[in-house]
């Protein structure tokens, strides 16, 4: 069965939203209706996100939004350390100059934000980070594992981002890697790394 790939993609930002709550039923002729589309394409859509681990489905009660708990969500994040340690590895051997003053930009906003307590404005700017960091590795694959994680870890990061005071933990950890990797460090830009994403996998703990 092959997805629409519209239908899919409208689907899957609607979850990424939060729209749908976890374990909330997915009645297909309402998905149809509030997307448009055909059972057949909504069916092929369910089936690509049960894939991408944002639905699952049930014996004769057909699909519903996947429940990510804390245990699961610490073993994703572990995951998590060790792919994204060697991003921002790449990161720092291959970045040039622009680069180097894009990351820079971004560090001194996330200062700007924390400072402002803008806590919104932290979060997107962490994922436009997070994001650069992946562009500069150039690293398909470990950019595709990151981007399957990150639909299943999104309710996570949204609470971990309204935690009191996380951003002014956070917001250190990131320029130790921003720093690292502008001075082209392939180790101190792995480590740190390394180090924030164990601060987060401590910060989900912490939460339950």
Not at 19 to 28: D, M
Not at 60 to 65: K, V
Not at 131 to 137: E, M, N, P, V, Y
Request: glycine share 6%.
């Amino acid at each position: 069965m092959v997805a629409d790939a519209r239908v899919t993609e409208e689907l899957k930002a609607a979850i990424l939203r939060g729209e749908f709550a976890p374990r909330q039923r997915l009645v297909e002729i309402e998905l149809c209706e509030q997307f448009d589309a055909s059972r057949f394409a909504v069916r092929a859509a369910l089936q690509a996100l049960e894939a991408d681990g944002l639905v699952e489905r049930q014996r004769n009660r057909g699909a519903r939004i996947r429940e990510i708990g804390i245990d699961e969500a610490v073993e994703i994040t572990q995951v998590r350390e060790v792919v994204e340690g060697l991003i921002a590895r790449r990161a720092a051997e291959r970045v040039d100059d622009a680069e180097a003053e894009a990351l820079a930009e971004i560090g001194r906003a996330m200062h700007a934000a924390v400072a402002a307590g803008e806590v919104g404005e932290y979060s997107d700017l962490n994922a436009r980070l997070h994001a650069l960091l992946r562009d500069i590795a150039r690293h398909d694959k470990a950019n595709g594992i990151i981007a399957h994680l990150h639909g299943q870890m999104v309710r996570h990061q949204f609470a971990l981002s309204r935690v009191p005071g996380r951003s002014k933990v956070s917001v250190h950890q990131h320029q130790a890697i921003i720093d690292a990797v502008i001075a082209r460090d392939a180790d101190a830009a792995e480590a740190a790394m390394r180090a924030h994403i164990v601060s987060v996998i401590e910060a989900l703990r912490a939460i339950v």
